[in-house]
C-alpha cells in the first residue's frame, strides 16, 4: 500500500506549484488555474486523510463541497474577467491598476 | 422532537431570510417591464420587511445548544451578532436606494446579494464545523465578489472585483489547506473534536503552520495585516453602499470564526480565560497580527487624500484594535470584542452615509471636495464630526464604549505594553480623523457650492444612526447587558 505520506508531498508540491503561478503569472486566466492548484492540493489532502486516518469519513464530504465551491467560484471569476475584458480588451493582471495609494 | 426539527426552530432568522430572497428573485422577475426607479423600490422595501422579520426574531437569549448535529453553535456570540448583521443589510439596502452610483441601475441581483450574503453571515458566526466555516465563509465571499464588481460598465468596480476575487481565493484556499492538515491532524472536522485531539498530545511548529494558514483566511475577511492588500482598493472601487457593508459585516462575522478558531479549538477554557493549545503560540500570533494590524492601517491612514480610502485604512486600523483585544484570550475579550461590534456598526456605517449623501452632490470622494462643507450643511458636518469623533474613541460619544471595554480587556490580560501601543494608535488615528474635520469645518471651499438637499429618509437614516452615537453613552447599561451574553460561548464537552 501506498503510504500517507506520499499523498502529502504531492498535495504540498501542488500547493507550492499554485501559489508560485499566483505570484509570476499576469495572464488572470492562468492566475484562475493556479487557484484551482491550490483547491486541489486540499482536497488530495482531505481524501487521503480520510482513507488514511482511522474513523475519519468526513474528509470525504469535505472534498466533494470544496469542488461545488470551487466550481461556483470559477464561474464568478471568469465572470469577471469577461467584464473587464469587454472594458480593457485583454486580461492582463497588471493592466487592471487605476486604483492604488 | 428530533435534533433537525429542533433546530429549524433556533433557525427562524436564517429562514427569513432565505424565504426572503426566494420572494425578491420571483419579484424581480414579475417587475422587469417595470420602470428602474419604480421596480428598485418595491424590491427594497420588499426585503426590507425580511431583514426586519430576521431583525426581530434574532433578538432574545441564545439557546445554548448546538444546531444541526453541531454544525452550528446557538450560543451568546450568535445572540449578539445576528441582530448585528441584520440591522447592518438593512441600513446598506436602504443606502444603496440613495447612493449615485447606483441611482439609474436595476438593483434586483444587488437586493438578493445583500440578502444572502446577510443570512450567510449569520451562519458564519455560528459555525463550529471545519467545512460549515468554509463553506459560510466562500458564501459571504462570493456574494461579496459580485456585489463588488455590480456597476459591470464601470472599470473602477470591475478593476475592485478582479482584485477581491484573485486575492479572495489565494487566501481561502491557504485557509483550506491549512484546515485540511488541521484535519489530518485530528481525525475530525468538529471544532470541539478538534481541541480535545489537540490537547492530548503534544505539537511542535506543525501547529504553528496550520494556524498561519488558517489565519491567512481569517485574516482576509476581517482585513488584517499582511492580509489587507485587497482592503484599499475594494472599497474604493466598490459602490459606496458595497463599501459600507463590507467593512462592518464580513469583518464582525470574520471576529466571530477567529473567536471560534482561537477560543474554542485551539485553547481550553478555564475559569474565565482561555489557555492556548501548547505549542500553537496562538497569543504571539494574535499579538504580532495586532500590532502591525493597527499600526500600518493607521499610520497609511493619514497619507491618503480620497475619503473611502481613508475610511479603508481606517477600518484595517480598527481591525488592528480589535484584534488586539482578541489577543486578550478571555471572556471579557469576547465581550469587548461584542461591543466594539455593535458600536462600529453605528459608528462607520454612519460615516459611510455622510460620503454617500456628498457624492450625491458633489460627485467626488476627493477629501478636497469636502472643503467648506460647514458652510453648505451644517447638519451633516455635524453628523460627520460626531461620526469622525466616535471612531476615535472620544467620551462623549458611544465609540468610547467600544475602546474602553478592549483596553480593560487587555489590561486585565497583563500585556499592558500592547494597550500603550493601542494607545499611541489612537493618537495617530487622531490626526487623520481630525484632519477630515479640519477640511469641512475651516477651509473655505467654494464660493457658490451647490446645495444639498435631504429626501425624508436620508433624514431618518441620519438620526438612527447618529442619535445613538450622541447619547449612546447614557444607554451604556443597555449596552453592555445586550452585549454580555457573547461571553457564553458553547462549550461542547
Not at chain 2, 444541526?68 to 439596502?93: H, K, Q, Y
Not at chain 2, 465571499?141 to 479572495?168: D, P, Q, T, W
Not at chain 2, 469587548?336 to 454612519?350: C, R, S, T
Amino acid at each position: 500500500m501506498i503510504p500517507l505520506e506520499h499523498y502529502l508531498y504531492i498535495a504540498a508540491a501542488l500547493f507550492a506549484l499554485g501559489v508560485f503561478g499566483v505570484l509570476t503569472r499576469r495572464n488572470a486566466v492562468s492566475v484562475l488555474m493556479s487557484i484551482e492548484l491550490i483547491f486541489n492540493s486540499a482536497n488530495i489532502n482531505l481524501v487521503a486523510f480520510s482513507r488514511y486516518v482511522e474513523g475519519a469519513v468526513g474528509g470525504q464530504v469535505f472534498a466533494l463541497l470544496v469542488i461545488v465551491v470551487a466550481a461556483c467560484e470559477a464561474a464568478v471569476a471568469l465572470a469577471i474577467v469577461m467584464s473587464l475584458y469587454r472594458l480593457l480588451k485583454e486580461v492582463n493582471i497588471d493592466r487592471a491598476s487605476e486604483l492604488r495609494g | 422532537m428530533s435534533d433537525a426539527a429542533l433546530s429549524l426552530t433556533r433557525f427562524i432568522p436564517e429562514l427569513a431570510l432565505v424565504g426572503t430572497l426566494a420572494v425578491v428573485i420571483v419579484a424581480d422577475l414579475l417587475t422587469q417591464r417595470w420602470e428602474t426607479l419604480r421596480a428598485n423600490s418595491l424590491l427594497t422595501w420588499i426585503a426590507g420587511g425580511g431583514l426586519l422579520v430576521a431583525l426581530f426574531t434574532s433578538l432574545g437569549p441564545p439557546g445554548g445548544g448546538a444546531l444541526f448535529a453541531s454544525m452550528i453553535a446557538d450560543d451568546g456570540l450568535l445572540a449578539v451578532l445576528r441582530p448585528v448583521f441584520a440591522l447592518t443589510a438593512l441600513f446598506v439596502l436602504l443606502f444603496s436606494l440613495r447612493a449615485r452610483e447606483l441611482e439609474s441601475v436595476r438593483m434586483g441581483e444587488m437586493v438578493a446579494l445583500i440578502v444572502t450574503t446577510a443570512a450567510a453571515l449569520m451562519w458564519m458566526a455560528g459555525s463550529v464545523n471545519l467545512v460549515m466555516i468554509y463553506l459560510s465563509l466562500e458564501t459571504v465571499s462570493v456574494a461579496s465578489y459580485l456585489m463588488v464588481g455590480y456597476l459591470s460598465s464601470e472599470r473602477l468596480s470591475n478593476e475592485a472585483s478582479l482584485k477581491y476575487i484573485l486575492f479572495g481565493a489565494v487566501s481561502t484556499g491557504a485557509m483550506l489547506f491549512g484546515l485540511s492538515l488541521l484535519y489530518g491532524m485530528t481525525g475530525t472536522l468538529d471544532l470541539y473534536g478538534v481541541r480535545e485531539a489537540l490537547a492530548s498530545g503534544a505539537h511542535g511548529p506543525e501547529l504553528l503552520l496550520v494556524l498561519v494558514l488558517i489565519a491567512g483566511g481569517i485574516g482576509f475577511k476581517i482585513a488584517a495585516v499582511p492580509f489587507h492588500f485587497w482592503c484599499p482598493d475594494v472599497y474604493t472601487g466598490a459602490p459606496t453602499p458595497v463599501t459600507a457593508f463590507l467593512s462592518v459585516g464580513p469583518k464582525a462575522a470574520g471576529f466571530a470564526v477567529l473567536i471560534r478558531f482561537f477560543y474554542s479549538g485551539l485553547a481550553t477554557p478555564e475559569g474565565g480565560s482561555f489557555l492556548p493549545i501548547p505549542g500553537s503560540e496562538a497569543q504571539t500570533l494574535l499579538i504580532v497580527l495586532s500590532v502591525v494590524t493597527m499600526t500600518l492601517g493607521n499610520v497609511a491612514a493619514l497619507l491618503q487624500t480620497n475619503l473611502k480610502r481613508l475610511l479603508a485604512y481606517s477600518s484595517i486600523g480598527h481591525a488592528g484594535t480589535m484584534l488586539m483585544g482578541a489577543a486578550a484570550l478571555s471572556s471579557e475579550a469576547v465581550h469587548a470584542i461584542g461591543v466594539y461590534l455593535v458600536v462600529y456598526l453605528f459608528m462607520n456605517l454612519g460615516a459611510f452615509f455622510v460620503v454617500i449623501l456628498a457624492h450625491r452632490v458633489t460627485g467626488s470622494f476627493d477629501l478636497a471636495s469636502y472643503a467648506g462643507f460647514w458652510k453648505r450643511s451644517p447638519v451633516l458636518t455635524i453628523a460627520m464630526v460626531v461620526f469622525l469623533l466616535s471612531l476615535l474613541g472620544m467620551p462623549p460619544f458611544m465609540g468610547f464604549a467600544a475602546k474602553y471595554y478592549v483596553f480593560i480587556a487587555v489590561i486585565q490580560a497583563d500585556l499592558v505594553w500592547l494597550a500603550v501601543v493601542g494607545g499611541l494608535n489612537v493618537a495617530v488615528a487622531a490626526a487623520y480623523y481630525l484632519k477630515v474635520v479640519m477640511t469641512m469645518v475651516i477651509e473655505p471651499g467654494e464660493a457658490s457650492p451647490p446645495a444639498f438637499a435631504f429626501s425624508r429618509l436620508d433624514a431618518v437614516l441620519l438620526a438612527l444612526l447618529a442619535i445613538p452615537n450622541l447619547v449612546g453613552l447614557l444607554f451604556w447599561n443597555a449596552l453592555d447587558g445586550f452585549t454580555r451574553v457573547s461571553r457564553q460561548l458553547l462549550d461542547l464537552v
